[in-house]
């Protein structure tokens, strides 16, 4: 039955659907719960018009017919409004294009500062007909150690601080234990290089990190010579840093190679910094490969990419390789 109290509810429920619709298919599900013409709420009080008196009917069908008509511009406000919001497609009459507007660049990745040295130390040694390749990390004491003449008891153990696994088995602290890994499996002539990474234990600062990567240089053959080896590292010094960089080499000691040398490059601050070792390879490390140290000769050297890095760019502490600042990477 038709009642002043029935309309008045009836108009606050329609409202408070209204406001819960707020995508076009709920929008089109209240139209259809409310205006339908066979079941839509708003036309069963239709139905009950005829059961009124006329007094009656003078006074609710004209609030009816009002509200009927609020309840479709209500649909069609809500759904102007809906359809102005979406986005216009690109073949829309509507949609305005300036071709005189510049694309948007793309934000696409590009390589660490850390793989660009790698690679850029790859094509200069690729020219001197150097392959390369890498190994575990997870190693064997033999390989990391012993047969590169450092022994269970060698001193030099301990400069190393080694990440142990077991008593056998740790992460390796070199590439130097891919020239065993190689020598024993290949026959000279070698030139090799063995990039990677390599876990010490280091204390985290400027200049250090725990976890770094290496390149290892090796070249056996019956020819091999110290002037061929400091020839190289002249070449690459140069090819990497520029042609007038100053180079200059030192004797040292490391228990693989004999004799052993470092090379540093004069820096901008006019510093001499340690860039590399190298040295040529002890027989006894070429004999624990099965190679015949009367016949064949060999040289190695080894590197820190990021160090090469440091020096080329200008960079002044290691941990920024490793902190994912944009601001940083964005640079290379």
């Not at 153990?157 to 077991?166: G, P």
């Not at 440091?310 to 601001?327: A, Q, V």
Request: proline share 6%; aromatic share 12%.
């Amino acid at each position: 039955m038709i009642t002043k109290e029935v309309l008045k509810e009836f108009e606050q429920s329609f409202k408070a659907h209204q406001k819960e619709a707020k995508t076009v298919e709920k929008i089109e599900e209240l139209r259809i719960r409310y205006l339908g013409r066979k079941h839509g709420l708003l036309q069963k009080l239709y139905s009950e018009i005829p059961k009124l008196t006329n007094d009656q009917k003078k006074e609710f069908v004209p609030v009816l017919n009002s509200l009927k008509e609020l309840i479709t511009n209500s649909f069609e406000l809500k759904n102007s409004h809906l359809k102005e919001s979406r986005p216009k497609p690109l073949n829309s009459e509507l949609y305005e294009i300036d071709p005189t507007i510049p694309g948007l660049k793309p934000n696409i990745g590009h390589s660490h500062p850390t793989l660009k040295i790698i690679k850029e130390i790859k094509e200069i040694f690729a020219y001197l007909g150097f392959d390369w390749t890498d190994g575990p990390e997870v190693e064997f004491d033999s390989y990391n150690f012993q047969k590169l003449r450092l022994h269970k008891d060698h001193p030099a153990r301990d400069t190393q601080q080694t990440y142990y696994i077991n008593d056998e088995v740790l992460l390796r602290t070199q590439t130097s234990s891919m020239q065993i890994r190689y020598m024993e499996n290949h026959k000279p002539p070698i030139r090799m290089l063995f990039p990677g990474r390599v876990y010490r234990r280091e204390q985290l600062d400027a200049t250090h990190l725990p976890a770094f990567y290496q390149i290892e240089g090796l070249l056996v053959s019956e020819a091999a010579k110290m002037t061929d080896l400091i020839g190289t590292l002249d070449y690459f010094v140069k090819k990497m840093f520029g042609e007038k960089t100053k180079v200059r080499f030192y004797g040292h000691h490391f228990p693989y190679t004999e004799p052993s040398i470092e090379v540093e490059v004069l820096y901008k601050n006019g510093k001499w910094l340690e860039i590399l070792g190298a040295g040529m390879i002890h027989p006894e490390v070429l004999k624990n490969c099965n190679i015949d140290p009367k016949k064949y000769r060999g040289w190695a050297f080894g590197m820190g990419p990021e160090r090469i890095a440091m020096l080329k760019y200008g960079i002044e502490d290691i941990r920024l390789f490793y902190s994912n600042d944009r601001r940083f990477l964005d640079q290379f």
